[in-house]
């Protein structure tokens, strides 16, 4: 990084402060990111402030941390409702010089006009991180009809005080220069200033603040060097597409009120007269600028000749009748513009001439100096031939109406023709001078449309190769769109499916329950069924009979079988067909069945029917079972997870009533130790008093024959004594700091006692 040179050194000075809108400290506000050297924070080392205007405050600053060098740090002022719409005003403008003026990457950026704008080099206010990335976007967005910024709250990342970094102009403003400036700076600021407005024009924009304020002369007329201009303030800077004419959103809105009296209306005599009428809140609709785009600026242009030419007051004198009268239009030849361009550039917006048409009109300046005229007089004294007595030649020189400057003058060549006319042959070289110096000026001006068409079609050109970039950007933001439009569908779709196939799995499943549980249900009835039909006395002989074969050969396996299903047979739900009464079941019972033949003797397959029966019905009751003691399990655990969170809740309570005691305790005994300390401060204080005492009666005895013994002096020791003696020791329950011992009482009579 580039280190300030011995004129320019660094102070150590902490980070400075100063005020904003408000008159009172709490207005006042730190500068943003200011270098302190004690602590080497922060990258701007601030050296004082350059300007300031409505919407911020320029300062001088040298960059510590990031090698810029010298910069102008501007930074916004203070603001309570508009705040966050001028950080917005402040990001447009450096963006208009890092998006557009000043970026290499853009087709129509040219290197020599955009020296003429003074460069932007850092955005500090924050809408950067809002979004979009595009700066085109986001420009759209918030300058939008619609987008309210009183209702639509924006918090910015650095709100307190956004800023932006722009390049350290040198030099005087144009307003101040004026007076000072001769025709050929004046002619020289013209064509600069048109040039600027040509450029702007490429880029579609209106500079609306196109004013001798806002432009610095970095260099002054030199015998080898022409004078240099650079134009400031981009922050009312406005798109020329179509609608923003009428755009009535506040941050487009750049002149909304003019003043209350006619002198401050006239401080705003750079403004066009379509837009003055709408500038006013009760006057006319929103009008920023009228087609074409170019003539807000032009008119601008052609109030900064009128102050060149006749200065600012009387400028504007003029510029209030020239309205109602142009043929009132002063001529600026002697500043290289005609009375023709002048008066178009004054006159309704579709009359006024671009910014090239006015670069191709300037005339030259022939001025008067005595170098030239002494070289030109040698010249013609040695070239040119005695001129007959019958012809004579004077030079004369005129002043322009209303100019400053005595340099200015032009030197108009009359010929007087009263003593005697021009010979036969100086006519015909007259007249071949005058042919070659209209064929020059003929091929002078083919050259300047050639070279105008050229640019024209340069910037045809640009700006297709923008519409085109931008409409394939355009597409491939549609295609991105429709392509994830498209993969939402998708997914949309399969998560549909998904549900519907989870939602039908479900349904089988519940449906397969309910059939299982069904079948389970008529398979127990069945049973049930089959056992209330089975004659009484036939079930005392089978059982009989059975327990008598049962006796004799049933196993261990068969045994328990047997008792599980007797188990089984209990744990049923009573079937209404048993609970009736033995005449009804005989009544309903039919005769076949009465007459029936043992169940010893029925074949093989009604065994192997009722077998069936009995394990379908043991199955469902051990599914009984099983749930039953699942349910209890759930239960148990639902309890003991009660009980353990009252347990936690008791612990708790218990902890709680702790913690309070012991806050109570450490109360206690932070009073007690409080106290002790108060009774060892008091019993201190009565034994200095003592010592004083004695002290004061050894030194000067009989000089308090009054006060024998106290002297006067607080409370005698014998009365401390007899106050309530203060228990030796710490206190009970309180840590106490080691201190030092209080002090022993000394002899009065010895030297060093308190008297020292």
């Not at 750079?270 to 087609?291: H, M, T, Y």
């Not at 900064?304 to 009387?314: C, D, P, Q, S, W």
């Not at 004077?394 to 100019?403: D, I, R």
């Amino acid at each position: 990084m580039a280190k300030p040179s011995k004129d320019e050194e660094e102070i150590a000075v902490p980070a400075p402060v100063f005020s904003v809108t408000a008159k009172d400290d709490k207005d006042k506000i730190a500068l943003p990111d200011a270098h302190d050297p004690v602590t080497g924070h922060g990258r701007w080392l601030y050296e004082g402030r350059l300007g300031e205007g409505g919407l911020a405050t320029v300062f001088r600053a040298w960059d510590c941390k990031g090698g810029l060098g010298f910069v102008a740090v501007k930074v916004l002022k203070k603001h309570s409702k508009a705040h966050a719409r001028h950080a917005f005003a402040m990001h447009r403008e450096s963006q208009w010089s890092l998006e557009r003026l000043h970026n290499r990457a853009d087709p129509r950026y040219s290197e020599e006009h955009a020296k003429l704008f003074a460069r932007y080099l850092e955005d500090h206010t924050g809408f950067v991180e809002l979004g979009p990335e595009d700066f085109e976007e986001r420009r759209k967005d918030f300058e939008s009809p619609s987008f309210d910024w009183y209702k639509q709250r924006i918090d910015l990342p650095i709100a307190s005080k956004p800023y932006v970094v722009m390049e350290l102009v040198k030099g005087e403003t144009l307003q101040v220069a004026m007076p000072s400036m001769s025709a050929t700076e004046k002619r020289q600021v013209i064509l600069q200033c048109a040039t600027a407005l040509e450029y702007l024009e490429r880029f579609h924009m209106i500079h609306r603040d196109f004013r001798g304020c806002n432009m610095h002369l970095i260099a002054r007329e030199k015998p080898n060097e022409s004078c240099q201009l650079k134009i400031l303030d981009l922050g009312v800077m406005i798109s020329s597409e179509a609608g923003m004419e009428v755009n009535c959103n506040m941050a487009v809105q750049a002149f909304r009120r003019r003043g209350e009296t006619e002198e401050k209306r006239k401080r705003y005599d750079w403004l066009p007269w379509e837009v003055r009428s709408a500038c006013d809140e009760l006057q006319g609709a929103v009008k920023n600028f009228e087609p074409p785009g170019h003539s807000f600026d032009a008119f601008s242009l052609g109030v900064l000749i009128l102050h060149l030419l006749l200065g600012k007051t009387k400028a504007r004198s003029v510029l209030d009748s020239l309205q109602d009268h142009p043929e009132r239009t002063p001529d600026g030849c002697g500043i290289g513009v005609p009375k023709e361009l002048l008066g178009n550039l004054l006159a309704e917006a579709a009359k006024r001439p671009r910014p090239r048409e006015v670069c191709a009109q300037l005339v030259p300046l022939r001025l008067k100096s005595p170098q030239k005229e002494a070289a030109v007089s040698a010249e013609k004294a040695e070239a040119t031939p005695a001129v007959p007595s019958c012809h004579t030649v004077s030079h004369t020189t005129t002043k322009m109406e209303g100019s400053s400057d005595e340099e200015g003058e032009m030197e108009v060549v009359e010929m007087d023709t009263k003593k005697g006319t021009e010979t036969i042959g100086q006519k015909k070289d007259n007249d071949t001078a005058a042919k070659e110096a209209a064929a020059k000026e003929a091929a002078a001006k083919i050259a300047a449309a050639k070279e105008a068409a050229a640019k024209v079609a340069a910037a045809k050109k640009a700006a297709a190769k923008e519409a085109a970039a931008r409409e394939a950007a355009a597409k491939e933001a549609a295609a991105k769109e429709a392509a994830a439009k498209e993969a939402a569908a998708k997914e949309a779709a399969a998560k549909e499916a998904a549900a519907k196939e989870a939602a039908a799995k479900e349904a089988a499943a519940k449906e397969a329950a309910a059939k299982e549980a069904a079948a389970k249900e008529a398979a127990a009835k069945e049973a049930a069924k089959e056992a209330a039909t089975i004659p009484k006395h036939d079930v005392g002989r089978r059982s009989k009979s059975r327990s008598r074969s049962r006796n004799r050969k049933e196993s261990s396996l068969e045994r328990k079988q047997r008792l599980r299903r007797e188990r089984a047979r209990h744990l049923l739900p009573e079937d209404p067909a048993r609970s009736q009464a033995p005449e009804e079941k005989a009544a309903k019972r039919p005769l076949a069945e009465e007459t029936a033949p043992d169940a010893d003797a029925a074949g093989a397959p009604a065994k192997e029917a009722r077998r069936d029966v009995r394990d379908v019905t043991h199955v469902s009751v051990l599914d009984l079972l099983r749930r039953q003691q699942a349910v209890e399990k759930e239960q148990e655990e639902v309890a003991e997870a009660r009980r353990k969170e009252q347990r936690l809740q008791a612990q708790k309570q218990e902890e709680r009533r702790a913690e309070e005691e012991r806050q109570k305790q450490a109360q206690q005994a932070l009073q007690m130790q409080a106290q002790y300390q108060q009774m060892q401060m008091q019993m201190q204080w009565a034994q200095h008093a003592e010592l004083l005492q004695r002290h004061l009666l050894g030194a000067f005895p009989g000089a308090f024959p009054g006060f024998p013994g106290a002297c006067g002096f607080g409370t005698p020791m014998t009365a401390l004594q007899a106050a309530p003696s203060v228990p030796a020791g710490p206190v009970p329950g309180v840590v106490s700091k080691a201190s030092a011992p209080p002090p022993k009482p000394a002899d009065a009579a010895s030297p060093a006692g308190p008297a020292q």
